[in-house]
């Protein structure tokens, strides 16, 4: 028998995100238990210190304003419409709400039970992201009119006696010394240790290094339901690969990396990779305890967004966010990780907008890669773009046709993030040219030209190109361009002589007095170049050697040194030099470019103090350093 109650409330519900995820069916038999809450104006569906409910709501009419106590007063920090989830804690925390929600006007919510929800987020991974991104996230106010633009944690949860960062960019507080198995090792010895130990997952290690996780939901998935002998050993069920991140890893990072790869437990390594032994484990309990508020409402407004304007406020309030973590001096590497996280889920956003713009879906798979500062996720100012979009082979007779819609939908691409602030590349290094928008085979013909009869003009077209980060489509693109690159590097001595000389071939930026070499021309005239006679050279040193050193997967120069200085203990205290270098130029860098509303490249020596002007003459004699290794390990006197 039909329950017009239920439809009417399942056909409400299919419009909004996360049941836009599920199929109508299961809508209604979800409605079939809802209950429907009428709210007075400033009445109080929940406050802070409430034990949670068994419900969530989703506000059907009306709006529900959330508030927190701060110094004894009552701060709204975000309102909920029509559409809008909220009361998700019950989900993820057993303690007590958090804050108020109350509502603003008359209201309707729905009310869903969680025991009954509880089934589809586990069998739908979009509903689980969706849920714990939600809940994760907070929002600026945007009725706040004396701090508009502003953070909420600045304009509440801080204050600059109590607090000097965000706390969002601190470091997540999580177990160190994480108890570890080996995949030999029986389930059954495994859960008792994690049972006594009172621990909910244990990391699978082969000689130290982490292959594995084993997690309560391994055991309840597999073992509990008979899927599994209790006897079986641990390479069995581990879920694997493990996600690794660095130590000293931000509670945004964290957040980001588990939404981003839809898991609950982070390892944390030395160096953020596997190839180095485990030394911490974050969980989601982590990240609730340590949860304030941070840029994970930027991703929730980002993957929302239906226009190009409402991209541009994401990345508008990104440039507020980078310009606030700069005045409190939060680190750069925490600065620049948030950021890239937010300018790649805008270029996502930006694709998926264009594929529904285009007539017809894509005729066949394609990934679409940034290069440049994008590629190497650095990009913290408004700079131009550089990306290329690579797309499977195909017959022949289709190539044109394949070829043509994809730098179509490139176009559109494009013509949106410059809508949102990015430049287009002056050179036109970018998806919707034709010589950058090819199969995966061309692709992988160009890179060999590149690497196998490389010239100066080609090296200096083509290092960009050594930068790059797969942003949208199939991971085997990634996959197989970055083994074709690597095979025809190894050992390519030809090729790494033109690298590194292009890496040499602007030496340390001071004069034979110690004095800065100011640009002359016009425009510029008594100018720093800083982009180019000091963050490049340390760009391009940072990308020969990783190369040269099979190095795969890590692009960022910051984490390039980092790297090589684990793999090279003769050359480590160079390599971290480096890498601190970098950082401190790219705040400089930053700095201006947010005073200036400039890409930052010069900086104006004048306005600079005694002390700014020492840091930065210390960057340089690490650049001379780098060099003259370079020099030295590809025997580049005899080509320069």
Same mark, same amino acid.
């Given at each position: 028998?039909?329950?017009?109650?239920? &439809?009417?409330?399942?056909?409400?519900?299919?419009?909004?995100?996360p049941?836009?995820?599920?199929?109508?069916?299961?809508?209604?038999?979800?409605?079939?238990?809802?209950?429907?809450?009428?709210?007075?104006?400033?009445?109080?569906?929940?406050?802070?210190?409430?034990?949670?409910?068994?419900?969530?709501?989703v506000?059907?009419?009306?709006?529900?304003?959330?508030?927190?106590?701060? =110094?004894?007063?009552?701060?709204?920090i975000?309102?909920?419409d029509?559409?809008?989830?909220?009361?998700?804690?019950?989900?993820?925390?057993?303690?007590?709400?958090?804050?108020?929600?109350?509502?603003?006007?008359?209201?309707?919510? #729905?009310?869903?039970?969680?025991?009954?929800?509880?089934?589809?987020?586990?069998?739908?991974?979009?509903?689980?992201?969706?849920l714990?991104?939600?809940? !994760?996230?907070?929002?600026?106010?945007p009725?706040?009119?004396?701090?508009?633009?502003?953070?909420i944690? &600045?304009?509440?949860?801080?204050?600059?006696?109590?607090?000097?960062?965000?706390?969002?960019? %601190?470091?997540?507080?999580?177990?160190?010394?994480?108890?570890?198995?080996s995949?030999?090792?029986?389930?059954?010895?495994?859960?008792?240790?994690?049972?006594?130990?009172?621990?909910g997952?244990?990391?699978?290690?082969?000689?130290?290094?982490?292959?594995g996780?084993?997690?309560?939901?391994?055991?309840?998935s597999?073992?509990?339901?008979?899927?599994?002998?209790?006897?079986?050993?641990?390479?069995?069920?581990?879920?694997?690969?493990?996600?690794?991140?660095?130590e000293?890893?931000?509670?945004?990072?964290?957040q980001?990396m588990?939404?981003?790869?839809? /898991?609950?437990?982070?390892? /944390?390594?030395?160096?953020?990779?596997?190839?180095?032994?485990?030394?911490?484990?974050?969980?989601?309990?982590?990240?609730?305890?340590? %949860?304030?508020?941070?840029?994970?409402?930027?991703?929730?407004?980002?993957?929302?967004?239906?226009?190009?304007?409402?991209?541009?406020? /994401?990345?508008?309030?990104?440039?507020?966010?980078?310009?606030?973590?700069?005045?409190?001096?939060i680190?750069?590497?925490?600065?620049?990780?948030?950021?890239?996280e937010?300018?790649?889920?805008?270029? *996502?956003r930006?694709?998926?907008l264009?594929?529904?713009?285009?007539?017809?879906?894509?005729?066949?798979?394609?990934?679409?890669?940034?290069?440049?500062?994008?590629?190497?996720?650095? %990009?913290?100012?408004?700079?131009?773009?550089?990306?290329?979009?690579?797309?499977?082979? /195909?017959?022949?007779?289709?190539?044109?046709?394949?070829?043509?819609?994809?730098?179509?939908?490139? =176009?559109?691409?494009?013509?949106?993030?410059?809508?949102?602030?990015?430049?287009?590349?002056?050179?036109?290094?970018?998806?919707?040219?034709?010589?950058?928008?090819?199969?995966?085979?061309?692709?992988?013909?160009?890179?060999?030209?590149?690497i196998?009869?490389?010239?100066?003009?080609?090296?200096?077209?083509?290092?960009?190109?050594?930068?790059y980060?797969l942003?949208?489509g199939d991971?085997?693109? &990634?996959?197989?361009?970055?083994?074709?690159?690597?095979?025809?590097?190894?050992?390519?001595?030809?090729?790494?002589?033109?690298?590194g000389?292009?890496?040499?071939?602007?030496?340390?930026?001071?004069?034979?007095?110690?004095?800065?070499?100011?640009?002359?021309?016009?425009?510029?005239? =008594?100018?720093? =170049?800083?982009?180019?006679? !000091?963050?490049?050279?340390?760009?391009?040193?940072?990308?020969?050697?990783?190369?040269?050193?099979?190095?795969?997967?890590?692009t960022?120069? #910051?984490?390039?040194?980092? *790297?090589?200085?684990?793999?090279?203990?003769?050359?480590s205290?160079?390599?971290?030099?480096?890498? &601190?270098?970098f950082?401190?130029?790219?705040?400089?860098?930053?700095d201006?470019g947010?005073q200036?509303?400039?890409?930052?490249?010069y900086?104006?020596?004048?306005?600079?103090?005694?002390?700014?002007?020492?840091?930065?003459?210390?960057c340089?004699q690490?650049?001379?350093d780098?060099?003259?290794?370079?020099?030295?390990?590809?025997q580049?006197?005899?080509?320069?």
């Amino acid at each position: 028998m039909k329950n017009p109650i239920a &439809e009417r409330i399942a056909d409400f519900l299919k419009h909004y995100p996360p049941f836009t995820s599920l199929t109508y069916q299961e809508l209604v038999a979800i409605s079939e238990h809802i209950s429907v809450k009428y709210l007075e104006k400033h009445q109080i569906l929940f406050k802070v210190g409430d034990a949670t409910h068994s419900d969530f709501y989703v506000v059907a009419n009306g709006a529900i304003g959330l508030s927190v106590i701060s =110094d004894a007063e009552e701060f709204l920090i975000d309102k909920c419409d029509e559409g809008d989830i909220l009361g998700l804690r019950p989900f993820f925390a057993k303690n007590n709400y958090l804050m108020t929600a109350k509502a603003r006007e008359e209201s309707i919510v #729905y009310a869903i039970p969680i025991a009954v929800f509880q089934p589809y987020v586990a069998n739908n991974t979009n509903v689980q992201n969706f849920l714990l991104e939600s809940f !994760a996230s907070n929002t600026r106010n945007p009725y706040d009119k004396d701090h508009r633009g502003k953070l909420i944690s &600045e304009n509440i949860i801080f204050d600059e006696q109590s607090a000097t960062d965000i706390q969002y960019f %601190q470091p997540i507080k999580y177990t160190k010394n994480p108890i570890t198995a080996s995949s030999s090792d029986i389930i059954k010895h495994i859960a008792q240790t994690m049972s006594n130990s009172r621990i909910g997952s244990v990391i699978i290690h082969d000689n130290q290094l982490p292959i594995g996780i084993i997690t309560d939901k391994d055991l309840r998935s597999k073992i509990a339901t008979g899927l599994f002998s209790i006897d079986t050993t641990a390479d069995k069920i581990m879920s694997s690969p493990v996600i690794t991140v660095p130590e000293n890893i931000s509670i945004a990072e964290a957040q980001m990396m588990m939404l981003k790869h839809n /898991v609950g437990h982070l390892c /944390v390594t030395r160096d953020g990779t596997e190839k180095s032994p485990a030394t911490g484990i974050i969980t989601e309990h982590d990240i609730v305890a340590a %949860q304030a508020n941070n840029p994970g409402i930027l991703l929730k407004l980002t993957r929302r967004a239906t226009r190009s304007k409402e991209l541009k406020a /994401v990345r508008d309030k990104l440039t507020d966010l980078i310009q606030n973590s700069i005045d409190k001096n939060i680190p750069i590497t925490h600065i620049t990780s948030v950021a890239a996280e937010i300018n790649i889920a805008l270029t *996502k956003r930006a694709i998926d907008l264009a594929i529904e713009k285009m007539e017809t879906p894509p005729p066949t798979r394609f990934a679409w890669f940034n290069l440049g500062s994008q590629g190497r996720k650095e %990009q913290l100012l408004l700079t131009d773009v550089d990306n290329i979009l690579i797309f499977e082979d /195909v017959e022949a007779e289709r190539y044109d046709d394949v070829k043509q819609y994809f730098l179509q939908l490139a =176009d559109k691409v494009i013509e949106t993030l410059e809508k949102i602030g990015y430049e287009p590349c002056p050179q036109g290094l970018m998806a919707n040219n034709e010589l950058w928008c090819k199969s995966l085979t061309d692709w992988i013909k160009q890179y060999n030209t590149w690497i196998n009869t490389p010239g100066e003009k080609g090296i200096n077209l083509s290092t960009i190109f050594f930068d790059y980060d797969l942003i949208y489509g199939d991971v085997s693109f &990634e996959n197989s361009l970055t083994e074709s690159i690597f095979n025809s590097t190894d050992n390519n001595q030809l090729f790494y002589a033109f690298l590194g000389t292009n890496a040499i071939k602007k030496p340390a930026p001071l004069g034979f007095f110690r004095q800065f070499l100011l640009e002359q021309d016009e425009e510029h005239k =008594d100018a720093f =170049d800083i982009k180019n006679r !000091a963050i490049m050279p340390l760009v391009d040193a940072a990308r020969v050697l990783t190369i040269s050193r099979g190095i795969k997967g890590i692009t960022n120069t #910051y984490q390039r040194f980092k *790297k090589l200085a684990d793999m090279e203990e003769q050359n480590s205290d160079l390599y971290l030099e480096c890498a &601190e270098a970098f950082n401190t130029l790219t705040w400089f860098r930053t700095d201006e470019g947010l005073q200036n509303n400039s890409n930052g490249g010069y900086i104006n020596m004048q306005e600079l103090s005694k002390v700014d002007k020492v840091k930065l003459k210390n960057c340089f004699q690490p650049i001379n350093d780098i060099q003259d290794l370079i020099k030295n390990r590809f025997q580049l006197t005899y080509f320069t």
